[in-house]
Every structure is written in C-alpha cells, then in structure tokens.
C-alpha cells in the first residue's frame, strides 16, 4: 500500500522533463521589427543639394575641412545637375589648389569640365596667382586636338624615282644641264606613274627652253599631250617668258594632230563599208 502511494506521488514529477521538451520544440515567434523607412531618389537629390549650399558656405567661410566633406557627400549619389556637379568640382579644385596639393586640383579641374562642356571660369577666377595657371594647363590639355597618325612609311624609290628626285633638285638649284640629263635618265629608266612622267617631261622642257633649245622644248610638250591632251600649265608656270610662246605652240600643234587623228578614224569606218565594184 505503502509503495503504490509512492509510485502515484512520483508520476507528476516523471511528466516535467516530457513538458520541458515539448516546450523547447515549439518555435517562439519574435516579435516584427517596424520596416526600415525607405529613402526616395527626391530626398537624395534634396539632402545632396543641401550639402552642396552647406559646402558653397564654409568655402567662402574659410572652413575648408568642413567644404571639402560637405561637398564630397554632394557629389557621392551622383543627383546633382552637371552645373552643380561642376560647381562643386570647380571649389574643391580651388581648396586643392590653395593647399598645396596640384594633382588633385588638377583632377577636380578635369571632372568638371569632362561633366559640364560649357564649364568656365569667371575672368577674375582665371586670373587667380594660384589655381588659373593649372586651369588654363589642364582646359589647354583637353581643347588641343589630337595627335596628328604618324605618317605610312613610304616605299622604297625605284631608281626611276630617284634620278628624278635628284633631276628636280639639280632644277631648284639652277642647274639646268645636270637637271636635264638626269630627267631624261628617268624617263628611261620607266617612270610608273603618270604625274611623274609628266612632271619629267614638264621640267625636261623647262630645262630645254632655258637653255635656248626651242624645237627640243617643243617636242617635250608635245609628249606631255599624248599622255594627258587635257594638260595645261599653272597660271604662274604659263606666263614665264622663257617658254610661253613655246608652250602655246606645242599645245596647238596637238590638237591639230588629235582633230587629224579623229578624222582619219571617221574615214575608216566608211571606207570599209563602202560597196566593192564590180
């Protein structure tokens, strides 16, 4: 009797860690924490507006320290106008600038006119002893126009190129002799080109007129025409005494010669279809 009064003293106390357990498996729900405020793009624009008149203030007050915070947090969402991105830049240069520190004057110089086209510096600001010799370094670095392609390089000359290369030389120089002489040997040797084959004949007339040879000129002028019968002098070449007369000779002797030409072309077409006799 005295052992079952024990046994049935003792079940409450064997339920307690079962209880326990129970307890400790059902999940507690923390309580919601309230939503964090969402910032809108407007309130940046606003907040970063005003850091920019904050920064604007202490420049003009001398607190530069406190400038140079106000208007880096102005500049970091990137919601300023360019105008007022290039204002803040334009005062950050000049704190860089009067403290001694070039580099970073010369970046906020940079950022401001790479943000803003039309940025500018007032006159009396140019003029400043300290930043407008590093404005006007860095506007001078952007505005110059860029380098100019290094050139192809050329080809070696033939040595038809290179005889009358040295023949215009000789001809500059007022030897004409030597100038003819080589020029001819240009031509020999097989001038590819027709510019250089015109201006080989060109000068070799030249050469020969000034040395009194008439007739030779002449004959020099009329091998210019069969290579281009619309060829003509330039305006200062035509009008030199030596050979003008001669020139206009040779001209008109090659046109005679391409109207015969053209002429005996008709005619042939008609021979041929004209009926055999009987």
Known sequence: MTALRSRRSLAPLAAVPMLVCIAACVPVSEPQRPAAPQITESQ?????????????????????EEA??????????????????STARKHLAFMYCVTDRKPQCEDEFRKAMEIDPGFDLTPAE???PIWGPVYRNVRAQLTAPPPAPEPKPHAPRT????????????????????ALKLLQEALKEGLTDKPDRIKAHKNSAFSLCLLHRITACRNEF???FEIDPAFDLA??????????????????????????????????????SAPKKQ
């Open 44 to 64: 940046l624009r606003e907040k970063a507006k005003e850091n920019l008149a904050n920064g604007l203030r202490q420049y003009q007050d001398g607190q530069y």
């Open 68 to 85: 140079q915070k106000s208007l880096g947090a102005a500049l970091d969402h990137g919601l300023l106008s360019k105008t007022e991105q």
């Open 126 to 128: 140019v003029g400043h």
């Open 159 to 178: 040595p038809a190129e290179q005889r009358l290369a040295e023949g215009m030389a000789k001809y500059d120089a007022g030897d004409f002799t030597g």
């Open 222 to 224: 009329l091998k210019i």
């Open 235 to 272: 305006p200062a070449e035509a009008g030199h005494p030596s050979w003008a007369r001669t020139f206009v000779r040779a001209k008109q002797l090659a046109k005679e010669r391409e109207e015969k030409e053209k002429k005996g072309k008709a005619k042939a077409p008609a021979a041929k």
